[in-house]
Nanobody, 120 residues
Framework: QVQLVESGGGLVQAGGSLRLSCAAS????????MGWYRQAPGKQRELVAD???????NYQESVKGRFTISRDNAKNTVYLQMNSLKPDDTAVYYC??????????????WGQGTQVTVSS
């Protein structure tokens, strides 16, 4: 069974930084894309950034130049470094792993979510 554990959320002032981590455990043979989504109150969940197995990255326009996504394949972990945070970044952040190949075949997985709150 593959499990995801997120960490790194919290309360920060505008202009501050946070680093989110999402570690997958279990018997994992490979992971295709890894990404971060967020959902603010009353809004739909949206993609923040993702990274392919070939380290190609993609960012939502509003976070370009401020957020950096990275992955450590040896640790089955994806990170999101968030700098110059703004109040509009306040949301619950979820990691998403696409096409995880394990003993159970191919599946997608979501993290449990971590709250990021940016005060003005």
């Amino acid at each position: 069974q593959v499990q995801l554990v997120e960490s790194g959320g919290g309360l920060v002032q505008a202009g501050g930084s946070l680093r989110l981590s999402c570690a997958a455990s279990g018997i994992i043979l490979s992971i295709n894309a890894m990404g971060w989504y967020r959902q603010a109150p009353g809004k739909q969940r949206e993609l923040v950034a993702d990274i392919t197995s070939g380290d190609i990255t993609n960012y939502q326009e509003s976070v370009k130049g401020r957020f950096t996504i990275s992955r450590d394949n040896a640790k089955n972990t994806v990170y999101l470094q968030m700098n110059s945070l703004k109040p509009d970044d306040t949301a619950v952040y979820y990691c998403h792993l696409a096409k995880v190949y394990s003993v159970n075949g191919y599946h997608d997985y979501w993290g449990q979510g971590t709250q990021v709150t940016v005060s003005s």
